[in-house]
């Protein structure tokens, strides 16, 4: 097989919405930068062979390609550069293709930054934006936003797998309460407090079954992760680098009703599959991923992961997509806590979409990062302490999502 | 020399322009695009932190193209369609092309679809997009018209929130002619005549619960 791939490590400033302490772009990627080099003071700018970098909208951005600006801000002239954009998949997509680079042994040692400063627009503006990654000739004005879209597939998965609403509400709790425990985390920098099943219930209606706290935060940050070949990783930080396994990335209709009676997955799956209801691109890609990392039982296997949890019904149906249960099992599975702190499958320690914040192209390298840091024994020193950290984790899967379930990415970290 | 070629280059033809005649224009008064403006700014007591506001208002033309009659369609209170004449494959959002690999990207014919549906999956907005705040709380069904193979998106009228149900038959229903734009927001569906909704259940209790402050919100809404 083709060289194996590492990563050495990685950083996000505080993820934010609105006026307070924001450095500007280029500003918070050298923060990244610096921080990574305090945990790694073997890693040098001059080691890079290939930046690329991770960004979602220059709606947000109001700048055409602003990844000129942080890579000539970070002294990298001369070094070749190009962006990666695949809606909410953006991070995991520059990370599949920085993993491409190292593995084809045309690259060295990549860094991937991400980043989207949501907050230069309001909320509703915001929201509407990022509906003009739906088909705007057909879906941009009969609801018109994300949220709605993903409702409608929740409210029938959820029917159909006998998940309720306080089931998913467990999830949203789940997350935003791991995020009391990260200060980097907007949950704890802006709302900053523990919450209950009750008050996700209470929550103000976004779309039935959806509600307030069941939605991920607007956000502004940027993150940076190193990717790099063994070789590499053993000279500059032998005792803390992971192993990216497996990885892979598929696709979906972007328009979700489109996904019904699809002839390809009709191919792949039997009929009837993945629905309106199921996310075929994360089974896929979770299928390539488990191929490659040799991973027989996903749930044996896999210790910890940190997954795209846009909505808390979003994270439901992602544990399907990956294996972890069945349409008879799932409810159990949730109710029983698996995927909490002290269940045998923690999801989203760092706190997740729903806690952490969705900078929408930083948001894939941010949940690296915090699979980067449970593998690396990092946690107690990143963390507010070790209630968030998973004990002795040697395995993690990282999920990075766009559109409605559009293109997903799967990838399996080991630890050294 | 090289000026002759230039001029023969322009004159060739490679395809008839359409000649746009039937042209409309219905943009609020007031709207004009006046291109990239700074409009204002902030700067905090201590004079660390500066915003700057700027103004960035486009006018996009959605060229349709081989998908216009879909939206012709709609300003004549037609839902069209396409079908696969290999595979028989009939979609509404249209294709143009085949989506059937087997297929080889056969281009299809187009089909007037009846204008009734039925719903697939459905959910009550109490959120939404900024021009959509005033018309919640919005019922969204993701229907199949006709025989398409593909749902549609639109709104569900005249029927209280909490008594869409899965399943149920739909009419689609056009705004008034000279309301139309040609766009999907020219119809929505409305319950078939002669059904309707199933006695109250905790669920439907439950959307009631969640529905009923999105109305107060929205009056207060100016
Ligand atoms: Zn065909």
């Keep these: ?416 | 020399m090289t000026v002759t070629l230039t001029m023969n280059k322009k004159n060739k033809k490679f395809a008839d322009a359409p000649v746009f005649t039937d042209k409309k224009d219905y943009r609020p008064t007031g709207v004009t695009e006046v291109g990239l403006t700074f409009v204002g700014h902030e700067i905090s007591e201590d004079r660390t932190a500066m915003n700057q506001f700027l103004h960035y208002d486009q006018l996009y033309t959605i060229r349709h193209g081989w998908n216009s009659k879909f939206f012709i369609g709609l300003l004549e209170g037609k839902i069209m369609g396409t079908r696969c004449p290999k595979c028989g494959d009939t979609w509404v959002p249209v294709r143009t092309h085949c989506w059937n690999l087997n297929c080889n990207l056969e281009h299809t014919d187009w089909v007037e679809m009846p204008l009734t549906a039925t719903v697939h999956t459905w959910t009550v907005a109490g959120w939404s997009g900024r021009s959509s705040l005033k018309r919640l709380p919005i019922i969204l069904v993701y229907a199949l018209v006709g025989d398409s193979k593909v749902a549609i998106a639109n709104e569900l009228h005249n029927l209280a929130p909490w008594d869409v149900e899965f399943g149920m038959p739909l009419q689609i229903v056009f705004k008034p002619q000279e309301e139309r734009v040609g766009a999907i927001t020219d119809f929505h569906f409305e319950p078939a005549d002669g059904w309707t909704p199933s006695p109250m259940t905790p669920e439907k209790e439950r959307i009631k619960q969640l529905v009923e402050p999105v109305y107060d919100w929205v009056k207060t809404l100016k």
């Design chain 1, 1 to 416: 097989m083709s060289r194996k791939v590492c990563i050495i490590g990685g950083a996000t400033t505080p993820f934010d919405y609105g006026p307070t302490g924001f450095e500007s772009i280029e500003g918070g990627a050298a923060e990244c930068v610096r921080e990574t080099q305090q945990d790694v003071p073997g890693f040098s700018l001059r080691d890079l062979d290939l930046m690329i970098y991770s960004h979602f909208s220059v709606h947000f951005g109001h700048q055409l390609a602003p990844e000129w600006i942080i890579h000539d801000h970070l002294g990298l002239v001369g070094l070749p550069h190009y962006r990666v954009e695949n809606g909410g998949n953006t991070g995991g997509s520059a990370l599949y293709a920085a993993a491409l680079a190292v593995m084809s042994g045309h690259h060295d040692c990549v860094g991937v930054i991400g980043w989207e400063t949501m907050d230069s627009v309001s909320q509703s503006q915001g929201s509407e934006f990022i509906a003009m990654a739906s088909d705007i000739r057909y879906e941009l004005m009969v609801g018109g936003i994300y949220p709605i879209y993903y409702a409608a597939m929740a409210n029938k998965w959820m029917k159909d797998n006998h998940v309720t609403e306080e089931d998913v509400a467990r999830i949203a709790v789940k997350n935003k309460n791991n995020a009391m425990d990260n200060p980097k985390a907007q949950w704890y920098r802006n709302d900053h407090t523990y919450l209950t099943v009750d008050d996700v219930m209470n929550s103000r209606l976004i779309s039935y079954p959806i509600k307030k706290y069941d939605c991920c935060l607007m956000s502004r940050g940027v993150a940076f992760v190193v990717v790099c070949s063994e070789e590499y990783a053993k000279k500059v930080n032998p005792d803390h680098y992971v192993t990216i396994d497996g990885m892979g990335l598929s696709s979906c209709t972007i328009r979700a009703g489109d996904r019904l009676n699809n002839p390809t997955w009709k191919e792949h799956y039997g009929p009837g599959y993945p629905e309106m209801t199921e996310f075929g691109a994360c089974r896929n890609a979770a299928e390539q991923a488990y191929t490659m990392a040799g991973i027989k039982d996903p749930l044996k296997d896999i210790d910890f992961g940190e997954i795209h949890d846009a909505f808390s019904t979003s994270e439901a149906q992602i544990y399907k997509a990956l294996g972890l249960a069945d349409t008879d099992t799932i409810a159990k599975f949730i109710r029983d806590e698996r995927t909490s702190m002290h269940g045998d499958i923690p999801m989203n320690p760092g706190g997740g979409l729903l806690g952490y914040g969705h900078p929408v192209g930083a948001t894939g390298i941010m949940s690296t990062i915090e699979a980067y840091y449970q593998l690396a024994g990092l946690i107690p020193k990143k963390h507010l302490s070790t209630t968030t950290e998973v004990p002795d984790a040697e395995c993690g899967i990282v999920n990075s999502h766009a559109g409605t379930g559009t293109s997903i990415s799967n990838f399996i970290l080991r630890r050294h």
